[in-house]
C-alpha cells in the first residue's frame, strides 16, 4: 500500500496567503510534463512495488494542465507503477478552470475526487485574497462536475480573513454545507506565512489579521454546523460524510509509504524523507534525475511524528501500535506527560479501544498539547 503525490506548480497569479512552491511560467507546462513522467519512470523502484492506493495531484493549480498533458501523467502512472483498481485518485482545481469543456474531458481521465479551493463566497476577500474566481463561478464549477460524474467532491474554505465578521463566515458555512453539500470539506484559519504577499500587506498595516477569539468562535461555529450536517470531524481541519474521508491524506497521518514527483514534492519511505529542489528551471533540465534533499529519520523524530499525525484525527494515538513501536517506557512517559491534559479534559483516553484523542477544548490548543508530549532528539 502507498501514495502518489504530483506537484504541478503553475499558476496564472499568486494567492496573497500561498507559500507552496509555484511559478506564472505556463510556457513551460510542456516541458515540464515531459521532465514529471520521466522522474516518475527513474524513481519507479521507490515504493518496493507496492501498489498505489491513492494519487494525488496538488499545486499549484493541476487544472491549468491541459487534456493531453494530464493525458500524458496518467498514461506514465499507469505503465511505472501498479495502481489499485478501486484507487482515490484527486485533482486540485480552480473554479474558474471547470468550464463545460473542462468538465467533459475531466469525465475521460480517470480522475474520480476534486478538490476545488472556494475560500469563501465573499468576492470583495477573493479579490483580496487574489483568487481568479468569483463566488457565482465556483457554484457553476461546483455544478459541472457533478454533471460530468464526479461523486467525491472535496472544498475548501479559510476563515479569519481580514474583516470577515462572524455572519459572513457562517454565510459561507451554510453555503458550502447546504447549497453545494460536498462529500469533504477541508476548513483552514488563515495563516501569514512569512515572505508572502499577505505577510508584507500586514507589516505595512494595509491588512488586520483577525483577533485570536474570533478566530476560535468561527473554528467552533464550523465545528457545530458541520455536525448539524451530518459530518464527521475526523481531522483538526477535514470534516468528511460518512465514508468519504480524504484517502490520500489519511495515508500520511497513518504513516504509509508514498512518492512525491515535482519540483518541492516530498517523498516518505517509513525510514526517511526526501524533497526536490523547489527550483522548476532546474527540474526540466534534470530531465527526470532531479536535484533532491534527504533526512533519516531518526528514533525521536519518528516518535514526534507518531504523535503529531495521530492526534491531529479523531482515531486518536492507539497505544498498543504506540507501545510496540517504540517500547513500553516510552510508552510509560507519554502516558505520565499526557496526565495534566487527561485532568483538564483536554486529552482523553478511550480505555475500549486503548487509544488517546484531542477532546473538543483540546482542538483549539492541539499545538501546545502535543509538543508538551514530544520527545527530544540527541
Not at 478552470?97 to 478538490?115: C, G, M
Not at 468528511?240 to 514534492?265: F, Q, T
Not at 529542489?277 to 533519516?296: H, M, P, Q, T, W
Request: charged share 20%.
Amino acid at each position: 500500500m502507498a501514495g502518489l503525490y504530483i506537484h504541478i506548480p503553475f499558476c496564472q497569479k499568486r494567492c496573497i496567503y500561498c507559500d507552496f512552491y509555484s511559478t506564472v511560467a505556463l510556457s513551460k507546462r510542456a516541458a515540464y510534463t515531459q521532465a514529471l513522467c520521466r522522474e516518475m519512470e527513474a524513481r519507479a523502484e521507490y515504493l518496493h512495488g507496492e501498489t498505489l492506493e491513492t494519487v494525488y495531484f496538488g499545486g499549484g493549480t493541476p487544472s491549468l494542465l491541459s487534456h493531453d498533458q494530464l493525458s500524458d501523467i496518467f498514461q506514465a502512472i499507469s505503465s511505472v507503477f501498479s495502481l489499485s483498481p478501486d484507487a482515490e485518485i484527486t485533482l486540485e482545481v480552480n473554479p474558474d478552470d471547470v468550464t463545460d469543456t473542462f468538465a467533459l474531458q475531466l469525465a475521460q481521465l480517470p480522475v474520480n475526487r476534486v478538490s476545488m479551493g472556494i475560500q469563501t463566497f465573499n468576492d470583495h476577500l477573493l479579490s483580496l485574497l487574489g483568487r481568479r474566481h468569483t463566488a457565482i463561478q465556483a457554484v457553476e464549477a461546483v455544478s459541472r462536475l457533478r454533471q460530468c460524474g464526479i461523486r467525491n467532491l472535496s472544498l475548501d474554505l479559510i476563515y479569519g480573513l481580514p474583516g470577515q465578521s462572524l455572519g459572513a463566515w457562517e454565510n459561507d458555512i451554510t453555503q458550502v454545507l447546504q447549497r453545494l453539500h460536498p462529500e469533504h470539506l477541508s476548513a483552514y484559519a488563515l495563516i501569514y506565512e512569512e515572505g508572502t504577499r499577505l505577510w508584507q500587506l500586514r507589516q505595512q498595516g494595509q491588512v488586520t489579521e483577525a483577533d485570536e477569539e474570533l478566530s476560535l468562535e468561527m473554528y467552533s461555529l464550523l465545528m457545530d454546523k458541520a455536525k448539524e450536517a451530518g459530518y464527521e470531524h475526523y481531522e483538526i481541519s477535514n470534516f468528511a460524510l460518512p465514508g468519504w474521508r480524504s484517502r490520500h491524506n489519511s495515508s500520511y497521518w497513518a504513516d504509509i509509504p508514498y512518492l512525491g514527483c515535482g519540483p518541492s514534492a516530498h517523498s516518505y519511505d517509513g525510514r526517511s524523507r526526501q524533497w526536490n529542489k523547489a527550483n522548476l528551471n532546474a527540474y526540466i533540465a534534470a530531465d527526470g534525475n532531479a536535484v533532491s534533499e534527504r533526512e533519516e529519520l531518526t528514533p525521536a523524530i519518528r516518535h514526534n511524528e507518531m504523535l503529531l499525525k495521530r492526534l491531529r484525527t479523531s482515531d486518536g494515538l492507539s497505544m498498543p501500535l504506540f507501545s510496540s513501536t517504540f517500547g513500553q517506557t516510552l510508552a510509560e512517559r507519554f502516558l505520565k506527560l499526557a496526565r495534566p491534559h487527561f485532568e483538564k479534559g483536554t486529552l482523553l483516553y478511550d480505555e475500549a479501544q486503548q487509544k488517546v484523542h484531542l477532546s473538543r477544548s483540546g482542538l483549539f490548543i492541539s499545538d501546545s498539547i502535543i509538543s508538551d508530549l514530544f520527545l527530544e532528539d540527541s
